[in-house]
C-alpha cells in the first residue's frame, strides 16, 4: 500500500535528479538558485561544496586552520541550501567536488544519471555513539517515542535522502502508509519551528539537536535512528554522507586531486587528535553559536583506504535499502565509487 502524497514528493524530487544530467553549463545559472554565489574565473581554484551541517566539518577544518593552503592549494567552500543542489553543481561541473555531510543517497543518484561523477574520497559514519541524526520535539512535548508521532505534524530535511529516511523510519515505529505524511525544511528552520508549534516532530542532524537543547527550545527524542531502525543494528555505522571528487578534475588535475586529497586527511586526523580545537570551527559553517559549539557531537570521519571490509558491507546495504525502495532505478556499487590513490 502506497502513501500516494509522500511517493509523488519523493517521485518529482527523483525525476527532477534524473534530468540534471542533461543539464550544460549554460543551461540553469546555478547562481540563480544561490543567491550570491560569485565563481572565480581562474581554474586554479578548487571549489568544494558543502551542506552546513557538522558533517562537513573536515572542509571547515581544512580552510579555516590553512591546511589546504599549506599544501598549495586555493580551496574555497560553496555553501548550498541542499545535498541535491551541490550534486547538481557537480554534474553541472560548478564545483569541483563536495564536503562531508553531502547526502550518500543524492550522491548515488547523481552516480546513476551521470555515471562516473565522481570518487568518494572520505565518509562520515554515524550511530548512536557517532552522532549525526537525530528526532527531535518541543521542549514540552508529552511524546516519549517516536511511535507517539502518529498523527502529528513531522518535519526532515530538504532532498530525497531525508524524506525516504523519514518514511522508514516512521515505517518502523509503526505507522502505516497512510500516516507517513512529511513536510521538508531546511535544517536551519526545524528548532524554529518546533518552538513555535508548527511542527510536532522533526527527524534531522546536528548541530539541531544540540542547538535546540542549549537554547531549552527542544528535546531530544532518539539519536542513531538511521542504523537502529534503517540498517537493523544501532551499533552500525551509517554511511549517509561522505566527500568527494570529480572524475574529471581528478583526471585532469592528477596532482592537485592527490594532494587535496591528503589534506583533507589531514583534517580527518586533526579531527580524531583534537576534537575540541576541531569543533571551533564548526562556527560560521553552520547554525551553532561559538559558545556552544564545544557541546555538539561528531561524527566518525573515515578516508577512502578505509572504506573496506565491514564498513564497505555496512555502506553497500544503506545503498541497497534505495534500490528495493525503487528510489535508485538501478543498483549502486559503492566499491566501485571509491578513490583510488
Given at each position: 500500500m502506497?502513501?500516494?502524497?509522500?511517493?509523488?514528493?519523493?517521485d518529482?524530487q527523483r525525476?527532477?535528479l534524473?534530468?540534471?544530467?542533461?543539464?550544460s553549463a549554460g543551461a540553469?545559472?546555478l547562481s540563480?538558485?544561490?543567491?550570491?554565489?560569485a565563481?572565480?574565473?581562474g581554474?586554479?581554484e578548487?571549489?568544494?561544496?558543502?551542506?552546513?551541517?557538522?558533517?562537513g566539518?573536515?572542509l571547515?577544518?581544512?580552510v579555516?586552520?590553512g591546511?589546504?593552503?599549506e599544501?598549495?592549494?586555493?580551496?574555497?567552500?560553496?555553501?548550498f541550501?541542499?545535498?541535491?543542489?551541490?550534486?547538481?553543481g557537480m554534474?553541472t561541473g560548478?564545483?569541483?567536488?563536495c564536503?562531508?555531510g553531502?547526502a550518500t543517497?543524492?550522491?548515488g543518484l547523481?552516480?546513476?544519471t551521470?555515471?562516473?561523477?565522481?570518487k568518494?574520497?572520505?565518509?562520515n559514519?554515524?550511530?548512536h555513539?557517532?552522532v549525526?541524526d537525530e528526532?527531535?520535539v518541543p521542549?514540552?512535548?508529552q511524546?516519549?517515542?517516536?511511535?507517539?508521532?502518529k498523527?502529528k505534524r513531522?518535519?526532515c530535511?530538504?532532498g530525497?535522502q531525508?524524506v525516504v529516511?523519514?518514511?522508514?523510519?516512521?515505517?518502523?515505529?509503526?505507522?502505516?502508509?497512510d500516516?507517513?505524511?512529511?513536510?521538508e525544511?531546511?535544517v536551519?528552520?526545524?528548532v524554529?519551528a518546533l518552538a513555535?508549534?508548527?511542527?510536532?516532530?522533526?527527524?534531522?542532524l546536528?548541530?539541531?539537536?544540540?542547538v535546540?537543547?542549549?537554547k531549552?527550545?527542544a528535546?531530544?527524542l532518539e539519536?542513531?535512528v538511521i542504523?537502529?531502525?534503517?540498517?537493523g543494528?544501532?551499533?552500525?555505522p551509517?554511511?549517509g554522507?561522505a566527500?568527494?571528487?570529480?572524475?574529471?578534475?581528478?583526471?585532469?588535475?592528477?596532482q592537485e586531486?592527490?594532494t587535496?586529497?591528503?589534506a583533507?586527511?589531514?583534517?580527518?586526523?586533526?579531527?580524531q587528535?583534537?576534537?575540541d580545537a576541531a569543533r571551533?570551527?564548526i562556527?560560521?559553517?553552520t547554525?551553532?553559536e561559538a559558545s556552544?559549539s564545544?557541546?555538539?557531537?561528531?561524527?566518525?570521519?573515515v578516508?577512502?583506504d578505509?572504506?573496506?571490509?565491514?564498513?564497505?558491507?555496512w555502506?553497500?546495504?544503506?545503498?541497497d535499502?534505495?534500490t528495493e525502495?525503487k528510489?535508485?532505478?538501478?543498483p549502486?556499487?559503492?566499491?566501485?565509487?571509491?578513490?583510488q590513490?
Amino acid at each position: 500500500m502506497k502513501n500516494n502524497k509522500s511517493d509523488e514528493c519523493v517521485d518529482r524530487q527523483r525525476r527532477q535528479l534524473m534530468k540534471w544530467s542533461a543539464l550544460s553549463a549554460g543551461a540553469i545559472a546555478l547562481s540563480s538558485l544561490i543567491p550570491g554565489m560569485a565563481l572565480a574565473a581562474g581554474e586554479e581554484e578548487i571549489r568544494i561544496g558543502y551542506w552546513p551541517i557538522v558533517g562537513g566539518l573536515p572542509l571547515y577544518v581544512g580552510v579555516e586552520r590553512g591546511f589546504f593552503k599549506e599544501a598549495g592549494l586555493n580551496v574555497r567552500a560553496v555553501k548550498f541550501a541542499s545535498p541535491q543542489q551541490i550534486v547538481e553543481g557537480m554534474i553541472t561541473g560548478r564545483i569541483h567536488g563536495c564536503a562531508n555531510g553531502t547526502a550518500t543517497g543524492a550522491l548515488g543518484l547523481g552516480a546513476i544519471t551521470s555515471p562516473g561523477l565522481f570518487k568518494i574520497i572520505c565518509s562520515n559514519p554515524s550511530n548512536h555513539n557517532m552522532v549525526l541524526d537525530e528526532f527531535l520535539v518541543p521542549l514540552n512535548s508529552q511524546v516519549k517515542s517516536i511511535a507517539e508521532l502518529k498523527g502529528k505534524r513531522i518535519a526532515c530535511g530538504p532532498g530525497i535522502q531525508n524524506v525516504v529516511m523519514t518514511k522508514i523510519i516512521l515505517e518502523k515505529n509503526g505507522f502505516s502508509a497512510d500516516e507517513l505524511r512529511v513536510t521538508e525544511l531546511p535544517v536551519g528552520q526545524h528548532v524554529a519551528a518546533l518552538a513555535a508549534g508548527q511542527i510536532d516532530g522533526v527527524y534531522t542532524l546536528e548541530p539541531t539537536g544540540t542547538v535546540g537543547r542549549l537554547k531549552g527550545l527542544a528535546r531530544t527524542l532518539e539519536i542513531g535512528v538511521i542504523s537502529r531502525y534503517v540498517l537493523g543494528n544501532a551499533d552500525a555505522p551509517w554511511f549517509g554522507g561522505a566527500a568527494a571528487l570529480n572524475s574529471q578534475f581528478i583526471a585532469s588535475r592528477a596532482q592537485e586531486a592527490r594532494t587535496f586529497t591528503q589534506a583533507y586527511a589531514r583534517a580527518v586526523q586533526f579531527i580524531q587528535q583534537q576534537p575540541d580545537a576541531a569543533r571551533e570551527h564548526i562556527t560560521g559553517y553552520t547554525s551553532i553559536e561559538a559558545s556552544l559549539s564545544k557541546e555538539v557531537p561528531l561524527p566518525g570521519f573515515v578516508m577512502y583506504d578505509e572504506l573496506k571490509g565491514d564498513n564497505l558491507v555496512w555502506f553497500q546495504k544503506f545503498y541497497d535499502v534505495f534500490t528495493e525502495r525503487k528510489i535508485f532505478r538501478q543498483p549502486v556499487d559503492v566499491g566501485s565509487l571509491i578513490y583510488q590513490a
